[in-house]
């Protein structure tokens, strides 16, 4: 028997969606959910008529979530942040495999395994990834593009946007090469693709456009 307030798993993953693409700024269209989710335009389609129907989003002007459908998708969202932060910290999985597992985590956690982790964890307000965690006393602070940088500056990682979680080898590549929220670097170099070259950690890492336009830092 369903527990009341809860929605199939499939509901939650589109809430889900919807709520970090706005989350990101990106274009929020049919095509980025099918290219997110990994499924057809046609399914797509049909599932944001189901949406609509249950009363989770609306399609007047566009796609967007109702007050029932954006409580969902926070619901959602703060408890795959909140798993992957006790899987990283507390079980010291990788950040791919914690993203992985926190995936099906965030459709069966229930409101007192949420609130026990939570209060291990010391209440956190972002993910390993530096993503608010929604209901936290999270407070946004001033960050610009990595791509923004001018050659010589120095930066500090703040966030690693949802959208890069979903491209495959990136969070690998980001962990491995220490582009993590904390940490601090110096551009060395712009190639004439848009490549950077960031010293972090000792290291000198090329961090290609499509990641430096997204990764957030601050300066």
Same mark, same amino acid.
């Given at each position: 028997?369903?527990?009341?307030?809860?929605?199939?798993?499939?509901?939650?993953?589109?809430?889900?969606?919807?709520?970090?693409?706005?989350?990101?700024?990106?274009?929020?269209?049919?095509?980025?959910?099918?290219?997110?989710?990994?499924?057809?335009?046609?399914?797509?389609?049909?599932?944001?008529?189901?949406?609509?129907?249950?009363?989770?989003?609306?399609?007047?002007?566009?796609?967007?979530?109702?007050?029932?459908?954006?409580?969902?998708?926070?619901? %959602?969202?703060?408890?795959?942040?909140?798993?992957?932060?006790?899987?990283?910290? %507390?079980?010291?999985?990788?950040?791919?495999?914690?993203?992985?597992?926190?995936?099906?985590?965030?459709?069966?956690?229930?409101?007192?395994?949420?609130?026990?982790?939570?209060?291990?964890?010391?209440?956190?307000?972002?993910?390993?990834?530096?993503?608010?965690?929604?209901?936290?006393?999270?407070?946004?602070?001033?960050?610009?593009?990595?791509?923004?940088?001018?050659?010589?500056?120095?930066?500090? =990682?703040?966030?690693?946007?949802?959208?890069?979680?979903?491209?495959?080898?990136?969070?690998?590549?980001?962990?491995?090469?220490?582009?993590?929220?904390?940490? =601090?670097?110096?551009?060395?170099? =712009?190639?004439?693709?848009?490549?950077?070259? %960031?010293?972090?950690?000792?290291?000198?890492?090329? =961090?290609?456009?499509?990641?430096?336009?997204?990764?957030?830092?601050?300066?």
């Amino acid at each position: 028997m369903p527990i009341p307030g809860e929605h199939h798993p499939a509901f939650e993953e589109y809430c889900e969606c919807i709520f970090e693409l706005v989350e990101d700024d990106v274009e929020l269209i049919q095509a980025r959910i099918a290219d997110r989710l990994n499924v057809s335009r046609p399914a797509v389609s049909e599932m944001i008529r189901r949406l609509q129907t249950e009363g989770l989003v609306t399609t007047d002007g566009g796609i967007a979530l109702t007050p029932a459908g954006a409580e969902l998708a926070e619901r %959602v969202v703060r408890r795959h942040r909140l798993a992957e932060r006790f899987l990283t910290d %507390v079980l010291d999985l990788s950040w791919a495999e914690a993203h992985h597992e926190a995936g099906r985590w965030e459709h069966v956690m229930s409101e007192s395994v949420e609130s026990a982790m939570n209060r291990l964890l010391g209440n956190p307000t972002t993910c390993p990834h530096g993503n608010p965690i929604p209901g936290s006393a999270y407070t946004a602070t001033d960050a610009t593009p990595l791509s923004g940088c001018e050659i010589g500056s120095t930066f500090t =990682v703040s966030r690693i946007p949802e959208e890069l979680e979903f491209t495959p080898g990136l969070l690998e590549f980001l962990e491995e090469s220490s582009i993590q929220p904390g940490h =601090v670097g110096t551009i060395t170099a =712009v190639s004439p693709d848009g490549t950077l070259t %960031v010293e972090i950690d000792g290291n000198h890492v090329g =961090v290609g456009s499509f990641a430096s336009d997204r990764i957030l830092v601050s300066v």
